[in-house]
């Protein structure tokens, strides 16, 4: 159930990560390095949901390294927009609605790695219903 909940997130999160990324920074894509870490997390979130398609357990490893590394990127800006609470967003929002949901996706890496790791083994054949 764990590894079910994680690989439905990371699905959703995969797909609507980079889409929100783009539209923040649309004005701004010429700056086409600060969305790359995004387009890295969304392909990492899809390439583990793919990999459970017929074994639900084993999307496990590649779960944690892309919840793992999404986490990672989101601590960082996370953090890197509240350092910075004074300038302007490139999406033009208030900086708090940024934050908040920058925040959000923060906690939600942190549950998915927390949901992929703590799944029992799954080494009895869980396969996807």
Do not use: N
Not at 18 to 39: N, Q, S, V
Not at 63 to 71: F, I, Q, R, V
Request: aromatic share 14%; charged share 15%.
């Amino acid at each position: 159930m764990q590894l079910r909940v994680s690989r439905s997130t990371a699905l959703v999160a995969g797909i609507v990560l980079p889409c929100i990324e783009t539209w923040r920074r649309w004005h701004t894509l010429a700056d086409w390095p600060f969305l790359l870490d995004d387009y890295i997390a969304a392909a990492l979130l899809l390439h583990a949901w793919y990999a459970g398609g017929r074994q639900v357990s084993r999307s496990r490893p590649y779960l944690m390294a892309a919840w793992g590394y999404t986490m990672g990127i989101a601590y960082m800006s996370f953090f890197g927009q509240f350092k910075t609470l004074a300038a302007a967003d490139p999406s033009g929002m208030p900086q708090s609605v940024v934050l908040a949901f920058k925040g959000f996706g923060l906690t939600l890496a942190v549950c998915g790695l927390i949901l992929a790791w703590s799944a029992p083994d799954g080494r009895s054949g869980d396969h996807a219903q």
